[in-house]
């Protein structure tokens, strides 16, 4: 059984850091392309970062040089470092998986990050 499960949000004012993880279970990150998303009240649910099975990684181009995402496979942990948080960064975050030779796709419940102007 799959299972996706987020941490680390909460609330931070203007300019402040906050690190996301994602413990998977269930999965391997060496045949899931992992994803971080947000959904905004009122928003259609958005592309962060993605990292894919290979190591590539890219960013939604609001986020690229603030944000970081990374993995531990060690952990089986997937991270989101973010750096100089905007008001506009607030959302719920979630993880994502898509398998590799499939179309199954998974998600975590999602945590609640708010950045106070």
């Known amino acids: 059984q799959v299972q996706l499960v987020e941490s680390g949000g909460g609330l931070v004012q203007a300019g402040g850091s906050l690190r996301l993880s994602c413990a998977a279970s269930?999965?391997?990150?060496?045949?899931?392309?992992m994803a971080w998303y947000r959904q905004a009240p009122g928003n259609q649910r958005e592309l962060v970062a993605v990292?894919?099975?290979?190591?590539?990684?890219d960013y939604d181009s609001s986020v690229r040089g603030r944000f970081t995402v990374s993995r531990d496979g060690a952990k089986n942990t997937l991270y989101l470092q973010m750096n100089s948080l905007k008001p506009e960064d607030t959302a719920v975050y979630y993880c994502?998986?898509?398998?590799?030779?499939?179309?199954?796709?998974?998600w975590g419940q999602g945590t609640q990050v708010t950045v106070s102007s």
């Open positions: 994502n998986a898509k398998y590799a030779y499939r179309s199954w796709e998974w």
């Open positions: 990292i894919t099975s290979g190591g590539g990684i």
């Open positions: 269930g999965i391997s990150f060496d045949h899931n392309t």
